[in-house]
């Protein structure tokens, strides 16, 4: 059995372990050999050929920084690439298929982005040698048999060329200044700018400094520049964080007809409706984030996210997670009326050259409100008439509520994690132990993840007083797990404190989780915005799915929704009864 050692170098503290607790527990060390050592870095080190994965130290280290693990029988190989010594090891690598989309699916932290990094040649694997560096021939030699073989053959001949399109598109701004044109101009080795700028909308902005555009136009950017390039395999990491359902769509259908007889691409994706929508496979990838993570054989998508959501797959005889995630059928049922929250009355605001509508409108106590709409129409404007933070020019509002917010974009300053959530403590049970924040708490916000920043800013939301929660895209950078999860957290708080919750999001599966009612947001953004609602969900969703021009069924297995291929016969069907969303 192949067995590694992994050490949380950020968790070890062996000053306050008392002193060196592991490497003096070890019974291997006991017998004289040295199994685990102190290292050069003042860190617990652990050989992995002496270590007999006892579990004494693992279990013993006051800070969960060890995880000695015995990977799963089928696994062979040396690890495709380790980081170093007791580091994250990646065992396999998805596959690229000509004429296919093909998706990866999986938790933060599992190795995704190493995955597509090592096959758009932007990491070169060590093959589990430490500090050196594979050369094509051994990567060849690895794979000798599988799929992976023809596809570094291909690219050892130069006949497969790679374009990728990286996660962080936060960090465009400190790479390139200028125009978006300008930088668009310059990898347009296919002489399609203008074409792609229009699929993409982004003609209004190609004059605008790249400095200054928004989350979503640096997405739609970074994605135009990785398409530009003349390349035969094209890999997105993370295509539609910061996009909003509208344009998470559009850029679905872009990419996915990129895919032809020469032209393969490879998506890493954590909103599975668009996923779904987008991908014709899916590898899951799975191990144990931080220590190992294996990719799965390719399987057709909606078999893949089912298997996902069920934690087990079958083929391989591995449960990679202990329980399944259940959606539930929510029947069109009519729910009990609870206490006025706050009400509205025909509001009106103009912001500049924007103008806010809402007729009359009311929300009730207890209830998570979802929250939809494209960016730019108005939604966090509202939000601040209802909380009294910005007067409306007409209309009435009755009610006083005080509001607790957490902004759509996160800044992360060099504050201590615990500073910032020294209210949260007294809620350790509720928000602290499930969100997962205790392992944090000594870092700077400056140190911490896209996906760890979102944690801490939805605790720090949730530990204050207030009647009404907003929060603004509390999905990004969260994987499934972790959305779904905060799902369940937020709906405990509000139950129990029974207070309401606005959660504005373009995840369609995390809003169909998450809400009892739902806002709808439309008009044309940067312009005009009208709120409708809230209505039931099946009113709500049918509303929105009808100007997105989309339809939504229930997958009889997992009961997630899943959204209809267009001019399908259920599209067809459901568009024909106007009943959007599922039947
Ligand atoms: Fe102490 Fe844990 Fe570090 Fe070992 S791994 S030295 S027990 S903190
Ligand atoms: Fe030593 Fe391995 Fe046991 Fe840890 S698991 S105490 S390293 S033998």
């Known amino acids: 059995m192949t067995r590694i050692a992994v050490v949380e170098k950020e968790k070890c503290n062996p000053k306050k372990c008392g002193d060196w607790l592991c490497v003096r527990l070890c019974p291997v060390n006991r017998t004289g050999e040295e199994c685990i050592v102190k290292g050069n870095d003042q860190k617990a080190k652990i050989d992995e050929k002496l270590c007999t994965g006892c579990g004494i130290c693992p279990q013993r280290c006051p800070f969960g920084a060890i995880h000695i693990i015995n990977l799963p029988e089928q696994l062979t190989q040396e690890p495709i690439h380790r980081f170093g010594e007791n580091s994250f090891a990646l065992y396999s690598l998805p596959t690229p298929m000509f004429g296919k989309v093909v998706g990866i699916l999986g938790r933060n932290g599992i190795g995704k982005s190493t995955a597509v990094e090592i096959l758009s040649g932007l990491l070169k694997p060590n093959l589990g040698?430490?500090?050196?560096?594979?050369?094509?021939?051994?990567?060849?030699?690895?794979?000798?048999?599988?799929?992976?073989?023809?596809?570094?053959?291909?690219?050892?001949?130069?006949?497969?060329?790679?374009?990728?399109?990286?996660?962080?598109?936060?960090?465009?701004?400190?790479?390139?200044?200028?125009?978006?044109?300008?930088?668009?101009?310059?990898?347009?080795?296919?002489?399609?700018?203008?074409?792609?700028?229009?699929?993409?909308?982004?003609?209004?902005?190609?004059?605008?400094?790249?400095?200054?555009?928004?989350?979503?136009?640096?997405?739609?950017?970074?994605?135009?520049?990785?398409?530009?390039?003349?390349?035969?395999?094209?890999?997105?990491?993370?295509?539609?964080?910061?996009?909003?359902?509208?344009?998470?769509?559009?850029?679905s259908k872009f990419i996915k007809e990129l895919a032809d007889d020469d032209t393969a691409v490879l998506v890493v994706e954590h909103d599975l409706i668009i996923l779904d929508y987008m991908t014709d496979l899916v590898h899951i990838m799975y191990g144990k984030q931080a220590v190992y993570g294996i990719v799965s054989k390719p399987m057709t998508t909606k078999a893949g996210i089912n298997i996902y959501l069920e934690g087990y797959l079958k083929e391989e005889n591995i449960r990679f997670r202990d329980s399944k995630i259940k959606f539930i059928e929510k029947a069109p049922t009519k729910q009990a009326k609870q206490n006025s929250l706050v009400k509205w009355d025909d509001i009106?605001?103009?912001?500049?050259?924007?103008?806010?509508?809402?007729?009359?409108?009311?929300?009730?106590?207890?209830?998570?409100?979802?929250?939809?709409?494209?960016?730019?129409i108005g939604k966090t404007s509202f939000v601040k008439i209802l909380a009294g933070a910005l007067e409306s020019d007409k209309g009435n509002i009755l009610g006083d509520i005080k509001v607790s917010y957490k902004p759509q974009y996160l800044e992360s300053t060099d504050q201590l994690v615990a500073v910032v959530l020294r209210d949260a403590m007294k809620h350790k049970a509720q928000l602290i132990t499930p969100l997962d924040i205790e392992p944090l708490m000594q870092k700077k916000l400056s140190e911490l993840s896209g996906g760890e920043l979102q944690r801490v800013a939805i605790c720090a939301c949730l530990a204050k007083d207030a009647d009404l929660y907003l929060l603004d895209e509390p999905s990004a950078y969260l994987d499934v797990?972790?959305?779904?999860?905060?799902?369940?957290?937020?709906?405990?708080?509000?139950?129990?404190?029974?207070?309401?919750?606005?959660?504005?999001?373009?995840?369609?599966?995390?809003?169909?989780?998450?809400?009892?009612?739902?806002?709808?947001?439309?008009?044309?953004?940067?312009?005009?915005?009208?709120?409708?609602?809230?209505?039931?969900?099946?009113?709500?969703m049918n509303m929105f799915l009808k100007d997105l021009g989309i339809t939504f069924r229930r997958d009889p297995e997992s009961k997630r929704p899943r959204a209809n291929k267009p001019e399908s016969v259920m599209d067809r069907k459901q568009k024909s009864e106007n009943k959007l969303y599922y039947t």
């Open 481 to 540: 797990e972790q959305r779904l999860n905060v799902s369940k957290v937020l709906g405990n708080v509000i139950s129990k404190r029974e207070k309401s919750a606005l959660v504005v999001d373009h995840d369609l599966l995390f809003i169909d989780y998450i809400s009892e009612q739902l806002l709808v947001f439309d008009g044309v953004p940067a312009e005009k915005g009208v709120v409708n609602g809230p209505f039931s969900m099946q009113k709500g």
């Open 348 to 376: 009106y605001k103009r912001l500049g050259k924007f103008e806010l509508t809402a007729k009359s409108g009311e929300l009730e106590n207890k209830k998570v409100i979802g929250v939809v709409g494209e960016n730019a």
């Open 129 to 251: 040698n430490i500090g050196q560096k594979a050369d094509i021939d051994n990567l060849i030699e690895y794979f000798k048999g599988s799929e992976a073989q023809k596809f570094f053959e291909n690219i050892r001949d130069e006949k497969i060329v790679v374009s990728f399109k990286p996660q962080k598109v936060d960090a465009i701004p400190d790479q390139y200044q200028g125009k978006v044109k300008d930088l668009l101009e310059r990898v347009d080795e296919k002489n399609e700018l203008d074409k792609v700028a229009v699929k993409l909308d982004l003609t209004k902005i190609l004059d605008n400094d790249i400095g200054n555009i928004s989350g979503g136009e640096l997405q739609r950017v970074a994605i135009a520049a990785a398409v530009l390039k003349k390349a035969n395999l094209y890999v997105f990491d993370e295509p539609t964080s910061y996009l909003d359902i509208k344009q998470r769509i559009k850029v």
